[in-house]
């Protein structure tokens, strides 16, 4: 390479990138198991979505192993959640491909983490977001369109792509991140690849939906500024923009946010219904309590997504407090904050903790795992976290995933046990007014998505 394009492509390693690049082969090695794994239809609740997951489940299957083999420039890795640091990466949900409903279209979306560190000092905004589009898109592209049939069942194909950017000052070092979310037309994606000349496929840009860090953004290919979106056509079903917050500047960067309208269209499937109404997909028995305090007709006004943006917006302040506290009290997960979410209509607050404790896959079964998740762990910080979570007459409960990591051969992995658990009970079971069964038996509990009925001493 020479002086003048090292100049304007340089990219920094920052100490979290050589990081990755240590742990790069070991993801190549998850990658033959665990990386291959693809979200079952039976995890999906929106019926919609659950018939598109099964009608093209091996092609999906196909598209995940193939992403796996390509030699991106930097490690790439397929997540549930995009702006993870490489230590995060190695224990996330790797299945990043789904179809989701977004902006009122069904979207097969491909979310991912890609580990190259752009130094700002060198590449504008725009230059870096082409960059990661020509280095990770561009190639997806055409993975799609060799692994998709081209009359695939959905409006759109779109990928969410995290990258690091590095800055140094005399007095810091500082790595942040940026995502960039491109959304096409269905005929688009599968044109981009074959269309003709830079000028052809920044028309097809113009004609996408395009965001950066949650802002709609003019990408600009080979150009150091983004174009005027004052020019961009916005005509068409689903070009409608998400709510932004203010765009961070080239100065002061700072991790990503959660941006009310994105992050609730690609949410992790298992945790929040895609449309008002849905009835879960996932498999389990249901005890008449159950039934009697869970299943039972939905409220007079069911509760949406846009609700849940209202409170998120409404409350934010608390969770931040609620969020900073709990990382060192509570063992809350960094990359998945408090969070309101929809359940079968109802409103709850979704919470994700690391559990401490350590387990044997090969040695222990889910229902014992899940039960010692909630007696030895979980159980204890009920309590204290009730007392810290806002008051809100909407909220129907908490919807608690526990994240549990497994020794096992030949790679260890991590298994997710959701704790879905309505406030009466829950308050009841705090003050000694209940048992610890008998909330299991009032709430829903799921493992890697899948329902399952817990008894906690016939497991012990």
């Known amino acids: 390479m020479n002086l003048q394009n090292k100049m304007y492509f340089e990219i920094r390693l920052s100490r979290s990138f050589a990081f990755g690049l240590l742990f790069g082969g070991f993801l190549l090695i998850l990658g033959n198991g665990n990386a291959f794994a693809q979200i079952s239809p039976a995890e999906i609740r929106d019926s919609q979505l659950k018939e598109l997951e099964g009608t093209y489940f091996q092609n999906l299957m196909t598209l995940n192993r193939g992403i796996a083999a390509v030699k991106f420039p930097f490690p790439f890795a397929l997540s549930r959640y995009a702006g993870l640091d490489p230590q995060q990466q190695i224990e996330a949900d790797s299945r990043g491909i789904e179809f989701v409903k977004f902006h009122e279209r069904v979207v097969l979306k491909i979310t991912g983490n890609y580990n190259a560190a752009y130094n700002p000092a060198l590449l504008t905004q725009n230059q870096r977001a082409s960059r990661a589009f020509t280095d990770v898109v561009v190639p997806l592209l055409g993975l799609v369109g060799k692994e998709i049939p081209v009359d695939v069942t959905c409006n759109a194909i779109g990928f969410e792509i995290a990258y690091h950017v590095r800055r140094r000052t ?3 070092d500082y790595e942040g991140k940026e995502i960039l979310v491109v959304v096409f037309d269905k005929a688009d994606a599968f044109g981009y690849i074959q269309s003709s000349g830079d000028p052809a496929r920044q028309e097809i840009l113009k004609r996408s939906e395009i965001y950066l860090n949650g802002d709609e953004f003019g990408l600009a290919l080979g150009e150091r500024e983004p174009f005027n979106l004052e020019t961009k056509d916005k005509a068409g079903p689903g070009r409608q923009a998400p ?3 203010p765009r961070t500047s080239e100065t002061t960067a700072a991790p990503p946010r959660r941006v009310p309208g994105l992050s609730q269209g690609w949410p992790p499937p298992r945790k929040l219904d895609s449309q008002p109404g849905t009835k879960s997909g996932v498999a389990g028995a249901t005890s008449p309590v159950e039934n009697e305090k869970i299943s039972a007709a939905a409220p007079a006004v069911a509760a949406t997504p846009a ?11 608390q969770l931040d407090a609620l969020a900073k506290e709990g990382a060192a009290r509570f063992h809350f997960v960094d990359y998945a904050p408090p969070s309101f979410v929809v ?6 607050l979704q919470l994700t903790l690391r559990n401490p404790l350590a387990f044997d896959k090969d040695s222990s079964s889910i229902y014992k795992r899940a039960a010692q998740s909630f007696d030895l762990f979980l159980a204890l910080q009920l309590k204290a976290l009730l007392e810290k979570t806002p008051e809100i007459a909407e909220m129907e409960g908490l919807d608690i995933t526990v994240v549990n990591q497994l020794a096992a051969k030949p790679s260890p992995s991590s298994e997710a046990v959701e704790f879905i658990l309505p406030l009466k009970p829950l308050r009841e079971f705090v003050d000694a007014g ?12 799921l493992v890697n998505g899948v329902r399952i009925a817990l008894n906690l001493q016939l497991v012990e």
Do not use: G, P, W
């Not at 609700?307 to 302040?317: E, G, I, M, P, V």
């Not at 359940?343 to 709850?348: D, I, N, P, Q, V």
């Open 243 to 245: 709510a932004a917050e």
């Open 307 to 317: 609700d849940a943006d209202r409170l998120q917006a409404k409350y934010q302040s």
């Open 343 to 348: 359940f079968r209509e109802r409103l709850y």
């Open 170 to 172: 005399k007095n810091s």
């Open 434 to 445: 209940i048992t610890n069964q008998e909330l299991i038996n009032r709430s829903i509990i």
